[in-house]
């Protein structure tokens, strides 16, 4: 949907919702694969923003919910554990939209709403959690990786859920001869 002028800010915000949901539903929505940033852990004496892709996982407008899938071993999961406010960058190049998510995020790993989003993960993504060395690790070269054929449920202890509650969208459409913000 491209915006128009005469769209209120309700409708706006339905339409960042909407987008939301079809990027955790459909693997080529644009909005499927958001940057995630965190404040990251300090390093020589100071923090340094990180910024990395995920897979929006699920998007719950009625609770106010995004949700993405990590494993609990990765620097992402600390991060947020030290400073949960993150952000989520999201953008549709074809419509020209761009949405910045500000949320406060919780990590989920060993109860029910861990437990749910295991439960709706596929096979192939359960595989990821059954590596021995946990994401960052180092490695001899680049095809030296942990792949294992462990029962998939070895790898939910290595699975977490990070629940995103937004705080603010920061929505922008890209167009001529001004861009339109909300």
Same mark, same amino acid.
């Given at each position: ?9 309700? $409708?706006?915000?339905?339409? #960042? ?8 539903? *459909?693997?080529?929505? %644009? ?17 340094? %923003? ?28 600390? $991060? ?29 790993? *060993? ?30 070269? %680049? ?31 890209? #167009? *001529? ?6």
């Amino acid at each position: 949907m491209v915006m128009t002028m005469d769209m209120t800010l309700a $409708e706006v915000v339905a339409d #960042c919702w909407r987008r939301l949901g079809r990027g955790a539903a *459909d693997p080529v929505a %644009p909005f499927r694969f958001p940057v995630l940033a965190t404040q990251g852990l300090a390093q020589a004496g100071a923090p340094i %923003p990180a910024a990395r892709t995920i897979v929006l996982r699920a998007a719950d407008p009625a609770r106010r919910e995004l949700v993405l899938h990590s494993d609990r071993r990765a620097m992402k999961i600390a $991060e947020i554990a030290a400073a949960p406010r993150v952000t989520l960058v999201f953008q549709d190049p074809v419509d020209r939209i761009q949405l910045r998510v500000v949320a406060n995020a919780s990590v989920h790993t *060993d109860d029910a709403r861990a437990d749910l989003a295991w439960a709706a993960c596929s096979p192939s993504s359960r595989r990821l959690y059954r590596a021995r060395r946990g994401p960052g690790a180092t490695i001899d070269g %680049p095809f030296d990786w942990d792949d294992v054929d462990a029962p998939e449920d070895e790898g939910r202890g290595s699975f977490a859920a990070v629940v995103c509650a937004p705080l603010s969208l920061d929505w922008l459409e890209l #167009c *001529d001869p001004i861009h339109r913000r909300a």
